[in-house]
Every structure is written in structure tokens, then in C-alpha cells.
């Protein structure tokens, strides 16, 4: 599949012109990368869902905002660290994702797509607005002093606590990868991600290994909603926009593809914190991922029309 | 009257060749049988000639005319007509309703008219009752109605995919009949997929067979079956 | 026998909403244009659906509408009247041509790209700030009518009325075979002779259009447009929520479902000010698991001896 030589040309373009600007103002890259970091991590275990349990989950981001509410009430009540909650919160969550794949999404795995997609939908909805209900809308946010915390390298200055992000992000990448190559448990949900029927026909339960791997992608997602708090003011609808977001990666990444996340983010991550750089164009940021997102489906579907269609005879 | 033509007719996907090189003919009037062991490539060459798929190579003409990439619904329109092996009704319409789908589009009908010819159809070929929902007709009459839809296009090349699968001996012989009586007062160039070997002896006058997708024999069954290349294909990696 | 009862309910309906404005007062008056507004939207969404295709992007086009009415009439002094068609026109355009891209996608890729480009709209609407007056929205002196309770319900019955002219249409043409026969396996209708693209990209601009002149309507009742108030989620959630509920794939379901849950929301917006909509993701939670054809589908179920159309 040659690339033509004119959008070669345009790629090239492109690149030259983030390394000038890069170059003119190097915190673009910093927080576009910590941006990226963010984004990948929270997009990785909607991956995990999407290439195993073919499910997109549209409430996403509502279980990471429900993780984060979670974590706020609790470290309020108890003096808590944040930092101290990521494991317990990602325990809590995915069992909580547990019973709610038990309950709802298990009956919705042999329906068609359609009914899925408006479950999740529905499921985040009920989240968002039952938060909602039961704490208004009004933002809330824990001061950390370490978050703060910030580098000089020369003239420049910026904060370093986001880089956290990064490492999770890069470890939850390669955990996985490691999780479904060698452990027994990752073969055989890799198995079933890649063939349900042949999967079931060699004595694999299907719908446990579903409700597992949808169990440990919540688990992630609940240890980044205790991360999450570290750093930003959560809202019912704060976890809304990272459903999309994860979703445009997992496609730009192509499905079952969990390190190419990575890649993804950091192209979505820098164009936006490029965008976000100047001030005539800052308000145009939040559209890149949109664009993105159907630029990369439509060039997808004129290549090749997508597998999951055809996965239900 | 050749009305179908195919010329070194391929399909590969992702390497693998499902057809291959495959060139017939199929005339007016004609019953064709098209036969060979599982994962020949049947279906798939009905699927390169009604324009489910388009080929790699190759070339189908129809009445002489190259519709070799020509959109499914566009080969409908000129007479080519199939039936699936997996039926699916169309859900909360009636019987009738399913068969007038063919003629509102391929003939472009009016409802009325529509309706009016798919009657028609469906008393041919014994169809009653005809507002019944599809939830409740029997698999003959299922099958009945899926060669009803195919007949409402008006076509003059018809394919049939495995349509007496699931039939027992008495529908058999009833539904062989019925096709044997419709081509015959439609002058159809008719093409039959099918693995009962009864079947294919009775309804057909030629037939063609394929082997991992490259055609190794044609003729009339009788000569076919005793054609040694075939009767290997049949018998399979045994030998 | 039914159809009998159908029609009784249908001229009883008829003559509520007729008679309405000469008997309730402002508030009821409001309510029922809420609920009118909503059960179209529902409506245009279930024609689209008809087809298999679910859209995510009612609020874009009914967004992309309302600014197009209030902006014509504010920059080109256009009457706000002929601002309503012009709206629907416009949004039809864009569906015209946003669908000769979209069109080729399906299921969950077509939902997801219909959310994104609502997205779009309403952040480039955002950003135009000399134009649209940005995340401030614009406002205009009067209101339609000069603000006349009843002349604004007229407006919104006229805009229900389309749409359901519209379903109707849909119902009882070959539009409801082509859409049928899409849903049902676009293999075999493609070899019946449907030319698939042709129906999806007339259903998908009708649809819109429609949304687009509900926009024009919504915003003229209105007299103001904020990027957060006409590209509201509620505008995609509730009428999804309501078609869900009545029964998918009819013209009756979404009405059904618009009455049942506007009336709902309604008292439930008095009693709990903050999160009421968590009654919609529930009833789409339930609705989805437990009643798949909705309330329609459970009518059906009693009165024909519960003859099976599970899947």
C-alpha cells in the first residue's frame, strides 16, 4: 500500500511544522505529551473491551468519573491520600464493573449491536445523572501540594506531577501485552477476543472470561479515576468527553491494537496542545479529536469495511 | 440464447483463491447444476455473478452486455435473481409483503402493481393465505416464498442456493416440480447449488463442477458423476 | 376493531390539542409544547432507525437549524417565519452532504461518527465568535408572534404535524419496504433490486431536514440560542429515550413514549431539581433488557396471544 506522494508531502509538512513550533515553545511538547499520557491511559482499557468483548462501552468515562467521586469522598472522610486509593479504588471498581457486566451487558452480548451501544449509552446516563441526583453538579477538587511540583531546565519551567500519567499509561500498555502473551488467563481472553465459538468449543467459558477481562479494564479505569483527582476538578459530566476520546483512539489504533494507543495519543495529545498554544486558536482544540475521529473512520471504511460487522452470522 | 457468460472469472482474499479461472455459459431455458464438494466455491461464484462481491479477474457479460463490476442492485434491475441459503424474512412484514419487495425495486412497481404480480407469484407456485406473518409459515413454505421474492424481479437468469436443504422427500419432489414448471414457462436460465445429488440428477440438464474454486468438469450429470477427476474431488484429500 | 379504537384515540388526541390553547393556561400550554417538540424529534429519530442506522446526532441538526433561523433573522433580517423553512433547508444541505461521506458506515461506526460531527457543529458554532456571538449565544428583541403563548403552540403542532406527515409518508410507501429490506439484510435487498445508498441518503436528509426545521421552531419560541442550549444532549437523550420506550420502528411507539415520559419528566423536573434525566438512562437500561419492541411491543404481545417476534 504505497502512500502517495502528496500526502507524503503533507505528512512531512505537518511534522516540520510541529518541530518549529516545538522548538519556539518546548512546554507545547511537554504537556502535549503529558496530555497524551492522560489520554492513553484512560483509552487503553476501553482497548481491552473493545478487542476482547467487542462491546463499546459509551459509559466509559462515567465509570472513571464514579471511580473519581468514589476516591473524593472517601479520602475527604478519612484524611486520605489520593495516591493511597489507587488500588483500593481500582478493586472496588472492577467489581463494581463486575456486577454491573453480570447484571446488563451479559444479557446484551447476543443482541444486536444497536441494543449494546444504547445499554452502555444508557449506563452512562444513569451514572452521570445519578451523581448528579446525589451530589449536584457542583465541581469539587483536593489541593495537593506535590502536584505543584514543578522542573527548570534553563529558561523554561513546567510541571512534572502529569508525568505520572505517562508511566501509567505506558505501564498499563505493556502489562497488557505482557498480561495476554504469556499468562494463561491473557491466552485465552486473547482466544475468545479472536474467535468466541472456536474459543467455547475448546472449553474455555466465554461469558466468565468476558466478565474478567471487563472487570480488569475497570480496574484500570479505577485506578486512573484515583489519579484523576490528583490532578483535575471532577463534575457529573466530567468523564463524558474521555468515552469519545478513548473511542477515537481505540480506532485510530485500530482494534486489539494496545500499544499503538500510545501512538495515537501522542498525535492526538500534541495537536491539541499545539492548538491550545496560541490564543486565536485555543478555542478550537477540543474539535481535533473530532475531526480525527472521522477522518480515521472514513479512510478506514473506504480500505476496508470494519470485521465486527460481519462477527454475528 | 446465451444469457450469462462468464470468462477466467477470479477472486482471491488475502491470498487465498476462492475462484479461479472459472468460464461458462448458461442459456435461455436452461437448468444448470452447479456442484462440488464443500468449500469449492460455489456460493462465492454466485455471490461474483449476482454482484455481492466483485472479482480480481475476469469478466461476466450478461446477454452479451459486460456487467462484470456492475452494482448488485443494477444486475437485479437487468434479470439476474438469487436466493440465499440462509433466509432471512423481512421481520413484521407479511408473506406477500416479503415477495413484493423484488418487484417495487428491481421492476420499479408501484405498491399496487407490486402487489398484484406477487400474488400472481405466489399462486404459481402454490403460496396461500397470503397475509399471514412469516413467523408462521413452514420451512416449504419459507422456501416457497424466497423463490416467490426472486421470481418478483421478473428476472431471466435465476440462482438458487441450496434450496432444498431441509426439506424432506415429499417437499423435495413438490419443490423440484414447481422450479421445473417455472423455468420452463419463463424460458429461465436457472443455476442450481445443491448437495443432494437426487436433486441435481432430476432438475437439471447440465451441470458444472467446481474444486477449490477452479472448474474441473461440465456436462450432463450422468456423465459428470462417472468422470473420474470428480469422482476424486468427492472422495477428497482420502486419496 | 382496533383500527377502530386506534382511530377514537387518534380524533380524541386530535381535539385535545385543538382545543388546547382556548382552555389551558401558559404553564400547561408550555409542557405540551415541550412534549410536542420532543415526540417529532423522537419520531424523525425512529424513521432514520427504520433503516438500522442509529443516530447519536439529533442535537447537531437541530442546533445547526436553530442557529440558522435566529442568525438569518438577525444578520439578514430575514422574517422570522420564512427563517424556520429556510432552517430546515439548510440543515437538509449539510445532511446532503455530510450523508454522501457518512451513508457508508455502519452500526456503531455510523453512531459514533453521527455524535462526532454534532460535536463539530456546536464547537465550530462556538468559535465563530463574531458571527454567532460564541459560547454567549445571541438573542433576539421579540419572540415570534410577539411572544403569543398560543401562536407559538401552533408553531410547534405545525412542526409535529410535519414529522408525523413524514412517518407517515414513510409508513405507507416503498420507502418502508426499502428501509425494511436495509434493516432486515442489505445483501439480500441489494439483489432485490434496492439501491441501498439512494434510500439511506433520502431517509438520512429527510430525517434531518426535519430536525432542522424543529430547530427553527425551538429557537423562535425561544428568542435566544446558546451553543450549551440548542446542541443540548438532552435533544439527542430524551427523544432516543421516549422512541425506546413506545416501541421502535412505528410512527405510535414514539408518540406513546413521548406522552409517557414528558409528562413524567415533567413532575419529576418539579420534585428533584438536579438529575431527574437518571429516569431516562434507567428506563433505557430497562427497556433495552427486558422489552426490547417497548410498550408497543408488550401491547402487541397481550392482544395477539403473545405470538413470538423476540430475536
Same mark, same amino acid.
Given at each position: 500500500?504505497?502512500?502517495?506522494?502528496?500526502?507524503?508531502?503533507?505528512?512531512?509538512?505537518?511534522?516540520?511544522?510541529?518541530?518549529?513550533?516545538?522548538?519556539?515553545?518546548?512546554?507545547?511538547?511537554?504537556?502535549?505529551?503529558?496530555?497524551?499520557?492522560?489520554?492513553?491511559?484512560?483509552?487503553?482499557?476501553?482497548?481491552?473491551?473493545?478487542?476482547?468483548?467487542?462491546?463499546?462501552?459509551?459509559?466509559?468515562?462515567?465509570?472513571?468519573?464514579?471511580?473519581?467521586?468514589?476516591?473524593?469522598?472517601?479520602?475527604?472522610?478519612?484524611?486520605?491520600?489520593?495516591?493511597?486509593?489507587?488500588?483500593?479504588?481500582?478493586?472496588?471498581?472492577?467489581?463494581?464493573?463486575?456486577?454491573?457486566?453480570?447484571?446488563?451487558?451479559?444479557?446484551?452480548?447476543?443482541?444486536?449491536?444497536?441494543?449494546?451501544?444504547?445499554?452502555?449509552?444508557?449506563?452512562?446516563?444513569?451514572?452521570?445523572?445519578?451523581?448528579?441526583?446525589?451530589?449536584?453538579?457542583?465541581?469539587?477538587?483536593?489541593?495537593?501540594?506535590?502536584?505543584?511540583?514543578?522542573?527548570?531546565?534553563?529558561?523554561?519551567?513546567?510541571?512534572?506531577?502529569?508525568?505520572?500519567?505517562?508511566?501509567?499509561?505506558?505501564?498499563?500498555?505493556?502489562?497488557?501485552?505482557?498480561?495476554?502473551?504469556?499468562?494463561?488467563?491473557?491466552?485465552?481472553?486473547?482466544?475468545?477476543?479472536?474467535?468466541?465459538?472456536?474459543?467455547?468449543?475448546?472449553?474455555?467459558?466465554?461469558?466468565?472470561?468476558?466478565?474478567?477481562?471487563?472487570?480488569?479494564?475497570?480496574?484500570?479505569?479505577?485506578?486512573?479515576?484515583?489519579?484523576?483527582?490528583?490532578?483535575?476538578?471532577?463534575?457529573?459530566?466530567?468523564?463524558?468527553?474521555?468515552?469519545?476520546?478513548?473511542?477515537?483512539?481505540?480506532?485510530?489504533?485500530?482494534?486489539?491494537?494496545?500499544?499503538?494507543?500510545?501512538?495515537?495519543?501522542?498525535?492526538?495529545?500534541?495537536?491539541?496542545?499545539?492548538?491550545?498554544?496560541?490564543?486565536?486558536?485555543?478555542?478550537?482544540?477540543?474539535?481535533?479529536?473530532?475531526?480525527?475521529?472521522?477522518?480515521?473512520?472514513?479512510?478506514?471504511?473506504?480500505?476496508?469495511?470494519?470485521?465486527?460487522?460481519?462477527?454475528?452470522? | 440464447?446465451?444469457?450469462?457468460?462468464?470468462?477466467?472469472?477470479?477472486?482471491?482474499?488475502?491470498?487465498?483463491?476462492?475462484?479461479?479461472?472459472?468460464?461458462?455459459?448458461?442459456?435461455?431455458?436452461?437448468?444448470?447444476?452447479?456442484?462440488?464438494?464443500?468449500?469449492?466455491?460455489?456460493?462465492?461464484?454466485?455471490?461474483?455473478?449476482?454482484?455481492?462481491?466483485?472479482?480480481?479477474?475476469?469478466?461476466?457479460?450478461?446477454?452479451?452486455?459486460?456487467?462484470?463490476?456492475?452494482?448488485?442492485?443494477?444486475?437485479?434491475?437487468?434479470?439476474?435473481?438469487?436466493?440465499?441459503?440462509?433466509?432471512?424474512?423481512?421481520?413484521?412484514?407479511?408473506?406477500?409483503?416479503?415477495?413484493?419487495?423484488?418487484?417495487?425495486?428491481?421492476?420499479?412497481?408501484?405498491?399496487?402493481?407490486?402487489?398484484?404480480?406477487?400474488?400472481?407469484?405466489?399462486?404459481?407456485?402454490?403460496?396461500?393465505?397470503?397475509?399471514?406473518?412469516?413467523?408462521?409459515?413452514?420451512?416449504?413454505?419459507?422456501?416457497?416464498?424466497?423463490?416467490?421474492?426472486?421470481?418478483?424481479?421478473?428476472?431471466?437468469?435465476?440462482?438458487?442456493?441450496?434450496?432444498?436443504?431441509?426439506?424432506?422427500?415429499?417437499?423435495?419432489?413438490?419443490?423440484?416440480?414447481?422450479?421445473?414448471?417455472?423455468?420452463?414457462?419463463?424460458?429461465?436460465?436457472?443455476?442450481?447449488?445443491?448437495?443432494?445429488?437426487?436433486?441435481?440428477?432430476?432438475?437439471?440438464?447440465?451441470?458444472?463442477?467446481?474444486?477449490?474454486?477452479?472448474?474441473?468438469?461440465?456436462?450432463?450429470?450422468?456423465?459428470?458423476?462417472?468422470?473420474?477427476?470428480?469422482?476424486?474431488?468427492?472422495?477428497?484429500?482420502?486419496? | 376493531?382496533?383500527?377502530?379504537?386506534?382511530?377514537?384515540?387518534?380524533?380524541?388526541?386530535?381535539?385535545?390539542?385543538?382545543?388546547?390553547?382556548?382552555?389551558?393556561?401558559?404553564?400547561?400550554?408550555?409542557?405540551?409544547?415541550?412534549?410536542?417538540?420532543?415526540?417529532?424529534?423522537?419520531?424523525?429519530?425512529?424513521?432514520?432507525?427504520?433503516?438500522?442506522?442509529?443516530?447519536?446526532?439529533?442535537?447537531?441538526?437541530?442546533?445547526?437549524?436553530?442557529?440558522?433561523?435566529?442568525?438569518?433573522?438577525?444578520?439578514?433580517?430575514?422574517?422570522?417565519?420564512?427563517?424556520?423553512?429556510?432552517?430546515? !433547508?439548510?440543515?437538509? %444541505?449539510?445532511?446532503? /452532504?455530510? *450523508? @454522501? #461521506?457518512?451513508?457508508?458506515?455502519?452500526?456503531? +461506526?455510523?453512531?459514533?461518527?453521527?455524535?462526532?460531527?454534532?460535536?463539530?457543529?456546536?464547537?465550530?458554532?462556538?468559535?465563530?465568535?463574531?458571527?454567532?456571538?460564541?459560547?454567549?449565544?445571541?438573542?433576539?428583541?421579540?419572540?415570534?408572534?410577539?411572544?403569543?403563548?398560543?401562536?407559538?403552540?401552533?408553531?410547534?403542532?405545525?412542526?409535529?404535524?410535519?414529522?408525523?406527515?413524514?412517518?407517515?409518508?414513510?409508513?405507507?410507501?416503498?420507502?418502508?419496504?426499502?428501509?425494511?429490506?436495509?434493516?432486515?439484510?442489505?445483501?439480500?435487498?441489494?439483489?432485490?433490486?434496492?439501491?441501498?445508498?439512494?434510500?439511506?441518503? !433520502?431517509?438520512?436528509? %429527510?430525517?434531518?431536514? /426535519?430536525? *432542522? @426545521? #424543529?430547530?427553527?421552531?425551538?429557537?423562535?419560541? +425561544?428568542?435566544?440560542?446558546?451553543?450549551?442550549?440548542?446542541?443540548?444532549?438532552?435533544?439527542?437523550?430524551?427523544?432516543?429515550?421516549?422512541?425506546?420506550?413506545?416501541?421502535?420502528?412505528?410512527?405510535?411507539?414514539?408518540?406513546?413514549?413521548?406522552?409517557?415520559?414528558?409528562?413524567?419528566?415533567?413532575?419529576?423536573?418539579?420534585?428533584?431539581?438536579?438529575?431527574?434525566?437518571?429516569?431516562?438512562?434507567?428506563?433505557?437500561?430497562?427497556?433495552?433488557?427486558?422489552?426490547?419492541?417497548?410498550?408497543?411491543?408488550?401491547?402487541?404481545?397481550?392482544?395477539?396471544?403473545?405470538?413470538?417476534?423476540?430475536?
Amino acid at each position: 500500500m504505497a502512500v502517495t506522494r502528496r500526502t507524503g508531502i503533507l505528512i512531512v509538512l505537518c511534522i516540520a511544522a510541529a518541530a518549529i513550533i516545538i522548538a519556539w515553545r518546548p512546554t507545547v511538547l511537554i504537556y502535549g505529551i503529558q496530555q497524551a499520557g492522560l489520554y492513553a491511559a484512560i483509552a487503553i482499557p476501553m482497548g481491552l473491551v473493545l478487542g476482547i468483548v467487542h462491546i463499546v462501552n459509551l459509559a466509559h468515562g462515567e465509570f472513571m468519573m464514579v471511580a473519581a467521586y468514589a476516591t473524593y469522598f472517601a479520602c475527604k472522610a478519612l484524611g486520605m491520600d489520593p495516591l493511597l486509593a489507587v488500588l483500593p479504588a481500582a478493586a472496588v471498581t472492577a467489581g463494581f464493573g463486575w456486577i454491573v457486566f453480570q447484571l446488563t451487558i451479559k444479557r446484551a452480548l447476543k443482541a444486536p449491536e444497536l441494543n449494546q451501544l444504547i445499554l452502555t449509552f444508557g449506563l452512562g446516563i444513569v451514572m452521570s445523572q445519578g451523581v448528579n441526583l446525589l451530589f449536584t453538579s457542583q465541581t469539587r477538587k483536593i489541593s495537593l501540594d506535590y502536584v505543584s511540583a514543578s522542573m527548570d531546565i534553563g529558561d523554561l519551567s513546567f510541571g512534572i506531577w502529569s508525568f505520572v500519567f505517562v508511566a501509567v499509561a505506558v505501564v498499563y500498555a505493556y502489562g497488557l501485552k505482557f498480561f495476554l502473551t504469556r499468562t494463561t488467563l491473557g491466552k485465552a481472553a486473547l482466544a475468545v477476543g479472536q474467535n468466541p465459538r472456536g474459543a467455547a468449543i475448546v472449553g474455555i467459558d466465554v461469558n466468565r472470561v468476558y466478565g474478567i477481562v471487563f472487570a480488569l479494564a475497570l480496574a484500570l479505569v479505577g485506578g486512573m479515576g484515583a489519579l484523576f483527582i490528583t490532578k483535575a476538578a471532577i463534575f457529573p459530566m466530567v468523564g463524558a468527553p474521555f468515552t469519545m476520546k478513548s473511542f477515537c483512539l481505540v480506532a485510530v489504533a485500530g482494534i486489539g491494537n494496545i500499544p499503538g494507543i500510545l501512538g495515537a495519543s501522542v498525535l492526538l495529545g500534541l495537536s491539541e496542545s499545539i492548538l491550545r498554544a496560541f490564543r486565536e486558536t485555543r478555542g478550537w482544540a477540543d474539535i481535533v479529536f473530532f475531526v480525527l475521529i472521522i477522518v480515521v473512520i472514513l479512510g478506514r471504511s473506504l480500505k476496508w469495511s470494519f470485521p465486527l460487522k460481519g462477527r454475528k452470522a | 440464447m446465451t444469457k450469462l457468460r462468464t470468462t477466467d472469472l477470479t477472486v482471491h482474499f488475502m491470498g487465498l483463491v476462492a475462484v479461479n479461472k472459472v468460464s461458462f455459459s448458461m442459456d435461455e431455458g436452461e437448468i444448470l447444476g452447479i456442484i462440488g464438494p464443500n468449500g469449492a466455491g460455489k456460493t462465492t461464484f454466485i455471490n461474483l455473478v449476482s454482484g455481492i462481491i466483485m472479482p480480481s479477474e475476469g469478466k461476466v457479460e450478461y446477454k452479451g452486455r459486460d456487467i462484470t463490476y456492475m452494482a448488485a442492485h443494477e444486475r437485479a434491475r437487468l434479470g439476474i435473481a438469487r436466493t440465499y441459503q440462509l433466509i432471512h424474512p423481512l421481520e413484521n412484514l407479511s408473506l406477500i409483503e416479503n415477495v413484493m419487495v423484488g418487484s417495487i425495486f428491481a421492476r420499479g412497481n408501484s405498491l399496487r402493481a407490486a402487489r398484484r404480480k406477487a400474488s400472481e407469484v405466489c399462486a404459481e407456485l402454490g403460496l396461500q393465505d397470503l397475509d399471514r406473518d412469516t413467523s408462521r409459515l413452514t420451512i416449504l413454505e419459507i422456501k416457497k416464498m424466497e423463490i416467490a421474492k426472486a421470481l418478483a424481479n421478473e428476472p431471466e437468469v435465476l440462482f438458487l442456493d441450496e434450496v432444498m436443504a431441509g426439506l424432506n422427500v415429499d417437499e423435495t419432489k413438490d419443490l423440484i416440480a414447481t422450479v421445473q414448471l417455472v423455468a420452463r414457462e419463463r424460458a429461465l436460465a436457472v443455476g442450481v447449488v445443491e448437495h443432494v445429488m437426487g436433486v441435481i440428477r432430476e432438475l437439471t440438464h447440465r451441470v458444472i463442477v467446481l474444486e477449490a474454486g477452479e472448474l474441473i468438469a461440465q456436462g450432463p450429470y450422468e456423465e459428470v458423476s462417472r468422470n473420474p477427476r470428480v469422482v476424486q474431488a468427492y472422495l477428497g484429500g482420502a486419496a | 376493531m382496533n383500527r377502530n379504537l386506534a382511530r377514537i384515540l387518534a380524533a380524541l388526541a386530535g381535539a385535545v390539542m385543538v382545543t388546547l390553547p382556548a382552555l389551558a393556561g401558559a404553564y400547561p400550554l408550555q409542557v405540551a409544547r415541550n412534549i410536542m417538540l420532543y415526540m417529532a424529534l423522537a419520531v424523525t429519530w425512529d424513521m432514520l432507525l427504520r433503516s438500522g442506522q442509529i443516530s447519536f446526532g439529533i442535537a447537531g441538526l437541530f442546533g445547526l437549524g436553530a442557529y440558522a433561523s435566529i442568525l438569518a433573522v438577525l444578520r439578514a433580517g430575514m422574517p422570522a417565519l420564512l427563517s424556520i423553512p429556510f432552517a430546515a !433547508l439548510l440543515s437538509g %444541505v449539510v445532511a446532503l /452532504i455530510i *450523508g @454522501f #461521506l457518512i451513508l457508508r458506515l455502519r452500526a456503531m +461506526y455510523f453512531s459514533i461518527v453521527t455524535l462526532a460531527l454534532a460535536e463539530i457543529f456546536r464547537i465550530v458554532i462556538q468559535n465563530l465568535v463574531d458571527f454567532t456571538g460564541g459560547p454567549e449565544g445571541v438573542i433576539m428583541k421579540g419572540r415570534i408572534f410577539g411572544g403569543s403563548d398560543s401562536g407559538i403552540y401552533w408553531l410547534t403542532l405545525c412542526g409535529l404535524f410535519v414529522a408525523l406527515g413524514a412517518s407517515y409518508w414513510f409508513e405507507k410507501s416503498k420507502i418502508h419496504f426499502a428501509l425494511t429490506a436495509i434493516r432486515n439484510n442489505e445483501v439480500s435487498a441489494r439483489t432485490s433490486g434496492v439501491d441501498i445508498f439512494r434510500w439511506l441518503l !433520502l431517509a438520512f436528509v %429527510v430525517t434531518s431536514t /426535519i430536525q *432542522g @426545521f #424543529l430547530g427553527g421552531i425551538y429557537v423562535q419560541s +425561544y428568542g435566544f440560542a446558546t451553543p450549551d442550549s440548542v446542541f443540548s444532549a438532552d435533544f439527542t437523550l430524551l427523544p432516543l429515550a421516549m422512541a425506546l420506550l413506545g416501541g421502535i420502528h412505528s410512527t405510535v411507539g414514539p408518540i406513546l413514549g413521548a406522552v409517557l415520559l414528558g409528562l413524567a419528566s415533567e413532575y419529576l423536573k418539579l420534585q428533584i431539581p438536579y438529575g431527574h434525566l437518571v429516569v431516562y438512562g434507567i428506563i433505557i437500561i430497562i427497556v433495552i433488557l427486558f422489552m426490547p419492541q417497548g410498550l408497543l411491543g408488550l401491547f402487541r404481545k397481550a392482544t395477539r396471544g403473545g405470538k413470538g417476534r423476540a430475536s
